[in-house]
Each structure stands twice: as structure tokens, then as C-alpha cells.
């Protein structure tokens, strides 16, 4: 069988994807690659260092046994700090150069540089009939909202989205190490990993936004290579969950327990690390309606990015669930419908939009309204459309607009809600 070595520099000769699944499928059963691969390609198996030196000569050769033993010393962080440092040293200056430069050195940097990926190994390893798999990162991810709005019922957890970077904290062995949603490693935040690297932490995932007053200076620093200017940023903390069922891909408490847990758990938090606001709101009533509006009207006005729904009994999925709703801020208006417009093309003879004006807010509209309306609706509106003049509307909107002249208002993607002022039962 190939170096595995020998095997990574034949996959850097050629740039097909085509080409490198081959290279990996006639090298797959290569254990010791395949175990590389995975230490490599597992974002939970990391090793705690930054700085991995390069060889520049040959040393008597390093067995594979032998590596794994010592880097485990890495993995269980057995060994930080200088110990860590020495014993790569000593590693490096027992292996053959390009053992070390082209294998055993990429895999404790995290980076084959050979343009293979997780997804790449394992589409192979299914070719192959393999039980052999490398554990993809994920994490839980929203849907939108606007899209399924009978998911919004009954008791929720209501959440102000933050305009920040996604990261997953884990703690093993006493230190954090800090993901993207991707399972990229931020090295960036030094302070919120001290914050969090604390022994009662441990085997603990932590789901947040890392959060700084400039979200544009903030991207600027996460990946940059040296000389981050990040000691303003914190993390805000919405969840958190056991690593077993983070591994396992699900949660086995819901929404509202994990929010318990959390709670108990922030009285240990340094400045770096808070927690994010949230209401539990009732969705089935008035005055869970009303909280909600006076929530996104609050979003609107501190320029958070929007709501996160989060049904109360729901649990943790490493993957795009349901069980999170994302909703943008969203402007509401009554205003007055002061002429019906006919529609063209698939709208010819029903209802293309309403004319509607009026104060809201001090606030002076004039505009057309056409979105949010079925063609069941714009056929009934259409014939009964002397009735609906002067009729009260309610518009939700994107956001408010000047006109160009400067004389009025108008809104964003305005979309047709509901009327408003009718007498109960009335017809159409």
C-alpha cells in the first residue's frame, strides 16, 4: 500500500474531483489513511495547538502507533502549553521530512491542503460500501417563518436575533474550542475560549452569536491571521445542550428546559459570555399577538435582524428544523383604500391591487398594495369592489420609504394583511 503521504501529494497533482475520488477510492482501505483522514476531517478531534512547525530533515521515520498514542496526549489535552510544543518537536524530529511536512503536520493543523473534503471521503466510502464515515459538523439551523405560518401556535419562546458571527462552543477537557456553523475553528476570540474553559463546563455545547458593536469591524477580525482586534466582542448565548446529544444529533430536553438549564448556568458567566433575552409567548391569545408586535417593533428599533420562534416543547437538531422560525422585522399600517386598481396578464378581471392612504404614526402613506392576496380573494374583492372603498386595510411591510418628492410615505414590499373595521359577520 501507498504512504499515505505519497498518496496526499498525488491528490494535490491534479485538481479533478473526478480524479481525487479516484486516488481516495484506490486508498480508502489504507487504514492508517483512513484514520488520518478522519483525525483530520472531524472537526470535535482537535489538538489544541496553533503553531506546527515544518521539517527541514529526515529523521528515522515515525510509526503510525506510535503517532496516534502521542497526539491522543493532545487530544485529551494530557499535554498544553510548552509540554505540547516539545512533544511536536520531538515527533517532528523523529519522522522522515516528508512523513511530517505532507502528512502527520496537515493532520495536526487541520488542513490536508489537498482539496479533499469530509463530503468527498465519504461520498467514496458509500461508493465503496464502507462502513467506514467521517462525522459531519452540524448544527441546528431555522426555517423561515413568513413560509410556514401555522407552525407559529401556542406557547413559544420568542428570541431577538442577533446581527452576529454563529459560533459553537464546546468544552472537552476543560477547553473551548470555538466552531462556525460550518465547523470551521475561530482562533480569533481568545477571551470568550478563556471564558468558557472551565472544568464545570465540561462536555457542554454552547450555541450563540459572537456579538461586537461594528458587525462590519467584527468580520474583518474573525478570520485574519495575526493581530485580531477582537477584545470587545462577546458571546450571546440562546442555547446549549450535552455533547453526547449534540454528537447524536439531537437534544432529549426541549426549548424551554434547555433555556432552565442555561439560566442556572449563566450565574458562572464572565463579561464575555450573556445571555440573549427571550419572552414565552402564547401565540393562541391577544395579548401573545400583542407582545409579539410590541417585540418586532422593538427589533425594528434596536436594529436586531429579527425574531427567533421557538416552539416551547420542541428539542435541538443538528440540522434545519422546524423547531426554530425565523421571522424579519416587519412594519405594520392601517391605512384606507381609496381606489381599486384591476389587475393585468393572470389578474385581468379580478382584483390587482388596492390604492390606500392615511396617517399611522404621524406618518403621512400614499401607495399600491397588490401582494398578499390569493386568487380566491382578488375574484370575491374584485366584485365587491364599491363596497371596499373606504374601508380600513391592514399592510405588513419590509420597512418605511420616502417618496421622491419627499411630499409622503410609502413602505417596502408592502403586503395585504387583513381588513380592519368590519362589523361582525358582514359579507363581502
Not at 483525525?39 to 506510535?66: A, N
Not at 446549549?240 to 439531537?250: A, M, S, Y
Not at 435541538?316 to 416587519?330: D, G, N, T, V
Request: proline content about 2%; some cysteine.
Amino acid at each position: 500500500m501507498n504512504d499515505p503521504w505519497k498518496i496526499i501529494k498525488e491528490l494535490e497533482s491534479d485538481n479533478s474531483r473526478l480524479f481525487k475520488e479516484d486516488v481516495v477510492e484506490n486508498n480508502l482501505n489504507n487504514i492508517e489513511f483512513q484514520e488520518g483522514l478522519s483525525m483530520c476531517l472531524d472537526p470535535l478531534i482537535t489538538f489544541g495547538v496553533k503553531q506546527v512547525p515544518e521539517s527541514e530533515q529526515d529523521g528515522d521515520g515515525l510509526k503510525w502507533d506510535d503517532f496516534k498514542k502521542d497526539i491522543d496526549l493532545l487530544v485529551e489535552r494530557e499535554k498544553t502549553g510548552h509540554a505540547a510544543r516539545d512533544l511536536i518537536i520531538d515527533l517532528m524530529s523523529s519522522a522522515k521530512k516528508d512523513q511530517w511536512n505532507d502528512w502527520y503536520r496537515r493532520i495536526l493543523i487541520k488542513d490536508l491542503r489537498c482539496g479533499v473534503s469530509e463530503k468527498t471521503v465519504n461520498n467514496v466510502a458509500k461508493r465503496m460500501d464502507l462502513e467506514f464515515k467521517v462525522p459531519i459538523f452540524s448544527c441546528m439551523l431555522a426555517h423561515d417563518g413568513a413560509k410556514h405560518p401555522k407552525k407559529i401556535k401556542g406557547d413559544c419562546l420568542v428570541e431577538y436575533k442577533y446581527d452576529g458571527v454563529r459560533v459553537i462552543a464546546i468544552v472537552k477537557n476543560g477547553k473551548a474550542t470555538l466552531y462556525s456553523r460550518n465547523g470551521k475553528i475561530f482562533h480569533n476570540f481568545p477571551h470568550i475560549e478563556n471564558a468558557l474553559s472551565k472544568s464545570e463546563y465540561n462536555n457542554i455545547v454552547f450555541d450563540g452569536e459572537v456579538m461586537s458593536d461594528d458587525f462590519q469591524a467584527l468580520m474583518k477580525q474573525v478570520y485574519r491571521k495575526s493581530g485580531a482586534q477582537t477584545d470587545d466582542a462577546y458571546l450571546a448565548l440562546f442555547d446549549i445542550l450535552p455533547l453526547k446529544e449534540f454528537n447524536e444529533g439531537k437534544s432529549k430536553l426541549s426549548s424551554i428546559e434547555r433555556k432552565k438549564e442555561l439560566n442556572k448556568l449563566s450565574k458562572s458567566f464572565e463579561n464575555a459570555i450573556k445571555l440573549v433575552d427571550y419572552e414565552v409567548i402564547n401565540f393562541d391569545e391577544k395579548n401573545g399577538q400583542d407582545k409579539f408586535a410590541s417585540m418586532n417593533k422593538e427589533a425594528l428599533e434596536k436594529g436586531f435582524e429579527g425574531l427567533m420562534i421557538k416552539p416551547n416543547d420542541n428539542y435541538y437538531e443538528c440540522k434545519r428544523s422546524h423547531a426554530w422560525l425565523k421571522i424579519k422585522p416587519f412594519i405594520e399600517v392601517t391605512l384606507k383604500i381609496i381606489d381599486i386598481q384591476e389587475g393585468t396578464g393572470k389578474h385581468s378581471g379580478k382584483l390587482g391591487a388596492f390604492h390606500v392612504e392615511g396617517d399611522d404614526d404621524g406618518k403621512f402613506f400614499s401607495l399600491s398594495v397588490g401582494s398578499g392576496l390569493t386568487d380566491e380573494e382578488r375574484e370575491k374583492f374584485w366584485a365587491s369592489k364599491d363596497k371596499l372603498i373606504g374601508r380600513l386595510v391592514e399592510i405588513r411591510a419590509d420597512a418605511i420609504t420616502q417618496s421622491i418628492e419627499g411630499e409622503h410615505y410609502s413602505l417596502r414590499f408592502p403586503r395585504f394583511k387583513n381588513f380592519r373595521g368590519f362589523k361582525k359577520d358582514e359579507k363581502i
